[in-house]
């Protein structure tokens, strides 16, 4: 179990056939027109950045961020794995890919995924249209796997190599899919952490990859995701370590919807205990992740191949560990749920430069497609490519200056019985029977960063129709909600703002927002005809018109 036979040969089959093929004397490819740069993708999940989650990667910040640039306004279309990761697959928001939440009824790796969506994620058209060959390893969809949606046998369109993790995040006893094989996994750290196996995978790619094509390579690593389990080595790091007490840690969040009104404060001492143990055996997994960036990185070096190679690093959602005296999870709106890491080195980025632009992780797929030459505006994605920005080829100015956020939230039909004073609806109650998530956890919200406004508009597709708002550069840690004292004009705007967002499509979803000097107000654009959740803002009467 666990060795790499059963992968080498086929990557040595191919290297025969591709050899073979490029070795005709007439295909002078590889010696006349320069060669498309290669790209590497590095995917975590649940690595925040609000709570410090880059500092246990200091290799990572050295050889991604120092040698390229680091976004400071990143951002998810939604905090939860699965609809996330398949916003960065098709480069839409959630309403046009319609994964809504991690299991299969909610299009999670579904069938109904597999036949709308799947052949048109970026990674495939980087191999049918612009000629890469790629290689992905690790976790993928949630539900990847499953039987009734053709088990570890189906290989997603669009990749050469593929090395897929059964369902979710795990650091032993897992299965792997080896290009549609079954391969079980133990628990003999020499042969089957999951970080390492990942790591050791991507360098037998870069060893046996053909050389005559560019590549790209997504490494879609389970950490730090529960159940947050260190390499030996690092099981004792950071054992003084907790969680940070920033201002919104065990604050009751009075003035927010009913999900956050519920939770108590302060939270007991046990669960406390609890995540402050979580936050140390979280960081213990990211040992092992920087240790895999910096393989991956120095065999590129080693191959000559750095030079000409994007490295993205990134994450799925962010996390929580106390804030608002929600014990721990990431299912909500505020900032440290969603907003992400993202670092990228590569040609024509200059080393150590910091970005304010907001960028989003539909704008990967868009962004990737541009720097292997595929024309993004042949692909109906909502994203852009930010390219233009880490070349240093457009200013605050003329960027955009908003996007969308949509969560559709998790419930359970009948009560908990470890909570049997709560009743169906809600779900993730533990530790200490406080919910994290629920049904009317719906939500949606612009997220705007314009040159002087950094601010959130948020409601929810709840009974209250509730609605939140942040002045971001007055309140960071997202303390007071404006909404009842912001100026009302600005509310209407940002309710009409969203509703288009919720209904957008391909450049619909780039349009001027509130805040860019482009911006139009078009009341006739009030009420489009396939929102998500449909804004009820209006029938309540909410804002004065
Ligand atoms: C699942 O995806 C299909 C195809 O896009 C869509 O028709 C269906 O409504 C989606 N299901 C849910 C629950 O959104
Ligand atoms: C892996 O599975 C074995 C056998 O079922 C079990 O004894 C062991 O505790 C498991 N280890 C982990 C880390 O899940
Ligand atoms: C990864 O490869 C190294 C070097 O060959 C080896 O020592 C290690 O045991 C491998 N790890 C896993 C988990 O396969
Ligand atoms: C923490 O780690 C240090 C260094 O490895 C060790 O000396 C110390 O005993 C550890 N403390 C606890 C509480 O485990
Ligand atoms: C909880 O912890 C606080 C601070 O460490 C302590 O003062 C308090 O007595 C503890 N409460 C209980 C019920 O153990
Ligand atoms: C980036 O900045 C750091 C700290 O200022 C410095 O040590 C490093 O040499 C710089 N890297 C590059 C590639 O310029
Ligand atoms: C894509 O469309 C946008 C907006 O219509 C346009 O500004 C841009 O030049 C187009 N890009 C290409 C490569 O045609
Ligand atoms: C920003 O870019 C626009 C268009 O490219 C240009 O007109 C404007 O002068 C630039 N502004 C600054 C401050 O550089
Ligand atoms: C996921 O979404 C589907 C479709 O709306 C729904 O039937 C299911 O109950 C949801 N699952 C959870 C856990 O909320
Ligand atoms: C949200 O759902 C829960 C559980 O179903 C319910 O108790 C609560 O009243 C609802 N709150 C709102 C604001 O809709
Ligand atoms: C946000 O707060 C800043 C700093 O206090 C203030 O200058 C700005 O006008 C506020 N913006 C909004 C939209 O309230
Ligand atoms: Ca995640």
Known sequence: MGSNRSFLPILSRCLLICVTLWSEPSSGLSSKSPRR???????????????????PLPKTRKLIGDAGMSFS???????????????????????????????????????????SEEAGTFPALLRTRAGYQTFFAGKYLNQYGRSEAGGVEHVPPGWSYWVGLE?????????????????????????????????????????????????????????????WTAAPQYQNSFNTT???????????????????????????????????????KRW??????????????KSLEVRGELDNTYVFFTSDNGYHTGQFSLPLDKRQLYEFDIRVPLMVRGPNIKPNQTSRMLVANVDLGPTILDIAGHDVNKTNMDGMSFLPVMEGKVNSSSWRTDILVEYEGEGSPVSDPACPLLGPGVSECFP?????????????????VALSTDLQYCEFDDNEVFVEVYNVTADP??????????????????????????????????????????????????FPSNSWPPSRLRQKNFLRS
């Open 284 to 297: 213990r997994t990211l040992l092992s992740v920087d240790d895999l960036v910096e393989k991956i990185v």
């Open 37 to 55: 740069p290669n790209i590497v993708l590095i995917l975590t999940d649940d690595l925040d950045i609000a709570l410090g989650g880059l500092t």
């Open 73 to 115: 306004n990143a951002f998810v279309a939604s905090p939860l794995c699965c609809p996330s990761r398949a916003s960065i697959l098709t480069g839409k928001y959630p309403h046009n890919h319609h994964v809504i939440n991690n299991t299969l009824e909610g299009n999670c790796s579904s069938k109904a995924w597999q036949k």
């Open 432 to 448: 200490d029977c406080v919910c994290e998530d629920s049904y009317n956890n719906t939500y949606a919200c612009v997220r705007t």
């Open 167 to 227: 369902k979710n995040s795990k650091y032993y006893n897992y299965t792997l899919s080896v290009n549609g094989k079954a391969e079980n996994h133990g628990a003999d750290y020499g042969k089957d952490y999951l970080t390492d196996v990942l790591a050791n995978r991507s360098l037998d790619f870069l060893q046996y990859k053909s050389n005559y094509m560019p590549f790209f390579m997504m490494v879609s690593i389970p950490a730090p995701h529960s159940p």
């Open 477 to 526: 840690y997202q303390l007071t909600n404006i909404a009842k004292t912001i100026d009302q004009e600005v509310l209407e705007k940002m309710n009409h703002r969203l509703m288009m967002l919720q209904s957008c499509s391909g450049q619909t979803c780039r349009t001027p927002g509130v805040y860019d000097t482009r911006y139009k107000f078009d009341p006739r654009q009030m």
């Open 242 to 280: 907790k969680a940070p007490r920033d201002p919104n840690f065990n604050v009751h969040g009075k003035d927010k919807h009913w999900l956050i009104r519920q939770a108590k404060t302060p939270m007991s001492n046990s669960s406390v205990q609890f995540l402050d143990d979580a936050f140390r």
